[in-house]
C-alpha cells in the first residue's frame, strides 16, 4: 500500500495571498520507518532528550517563530530547510512528491482546497494505476491529512469521487475516505508541510530556492510531471516547471 501524506500551504480566504497549495509525499509501507527516523535523527540535534517534542513545521522555521528555530541565524534556517528536503531526494525512489497550485482569482466560484483535492486524488489513483499497467502490481492507497477544518468536506469529496468519479474517472485504488491526524505526531504529515511550503514559496513569492531541490522527485513518466499541477487561467504562457511540463509534452 502506498501512503499519501498532504498538508496545505496559504490560505482559501486570505486576498493578500494569491495562491492556495495542497502538497506532500506518496510513501511505500515499508519505506515509513526509515524516512521517520532519517527525520528523527534531526530532530534529535535540537532536543536529545526528547526529540518527540520538535515538529518541522517550515513556515516556522523560515520565519524563526517558536523554538528551536528563533535561536538559529536566518542563514541556519535556510540551511536546515534544504537538509530536509534532501532528505526526501535521497530517500528510496518508490517516494514520490506530488503538490497542486491553485490561483484563487482564476477560479472565483470553486472553493480552492476542493480543487486541489480532486487533483491530488486523481493524480495518486493514476500512480496506482501506472503501476499496474507497468508490471501488474495491485497496489491501493490511502490518503492522510493534517488536522484542518477542511476534514468534513473533503472526507465527503473522497466518498463522492469512489463512487461517482472525479471529473475524468471513478477513483479505483482508493479504497477509504481520507485520514486526519495531528502534525506533531506524524513526521510524515510534516513532510508534507515542508513540501506545500517550498511549492507555495515558489509560486506566491517567485523564490525558487527549495523548489529547485525537490523538483526531481515529483511524480513523473517519460519526461512529464504528473506530481506537479499549476491550474490557473491567467498566464497562457506560464513558464513554471508543471506548465513547461504539459507544452513539451
Not at 476542493?114 to 503501476?131: H, P, T, V, W, Y
Not at 497496489?139 to 491529512?145: N, T
Request: include cysteine; proline fraction near 4%.
Amino acid at each position: 500500500m502506498y501512503l499519501l501524506y498532504l498538508d496545505d500551504a496559504g490560505s482559501v480566504h486570505n486576498t493578500a495571498e494569491n495562491h492556495l497549495v495542497l502538497g506532500g509525499i506518496s510513501v511505500f509501507e515499508r519505506q515509513l520507518a526509515w524516512l521517520s527516523n532519517d527525520l528523527e535523527a534531526v530532530a534529535k540535534r535540537f532536543n536529545p532528550q526528547n526529540p518527540d517534542d520538535v515538529e518541522f513545521h517550515a513556515s516556522a522555521i523560515w520565519a524563526g517563530r517558536d523554538s528551536p528555530w528563533k535561536e538559529l541565524t536566518k542563514g541556519q534556517r535556510r540551511e536546515l530547510l534544504k537538509e530536509l528536503l534532501q532528505l526526501l531526494v535521497r530517500s528510496h525512489q518508490s517516494t514520490k512528491v506530488f503538490a497542486c497550485v491553485i490561483h484563487k482569482a482564476s477560479f472565483p466560484a470553486t472553493d480552492p482546497m476542493e480543487l486541489a483535492f480532486e487533483e491530488l486524488c486523481s493524480r495518486f489513483d493514476m500512480q496506482m494505476k501506472r503501476f499496474y499497467a507497468a508490471d501488474q502490481n495491485p497496489q491501493r492507497g490511502l490518503i492522510i491529512l493534517d488536522e484542518s477544518s477542511h476534514e468534513t468536506t473533503l472526507q465527503n469529496l473522497a466518498r463522492r469521487f469512489r463512487s461517482l468519479g472525479t471529473r475524468w474517472e471513478v477513483l479505483v485504488n482508493i479504497p477509504e475516505v481520507p485520514l486526519f491526524v495531528d502534525s506533531k505526531a506524524s513526521r510524515m504529515v510534516q513532510l508534507a508541510d515542508l513540501v506545500a511550503y517550498t511549492v507555495f514559496r515558489r509560486y506566491e513569492a517567485g523564490d525558487t530556492s527549495l523548489l529547485d531541490i525537490l523538483l526531481p522527485r515529483f511524480d513523473s513518466e517519460g519526461g512529464k510531471i504528473h506530481g506537479l499541477v499549476h491550474k490557473q487561467t491567467n498566464d497562457r504562457q506560464c513558464m513554471c516547471p508543471a506548465c513547461m511540463s504539459r507544452r513539451i509534452s
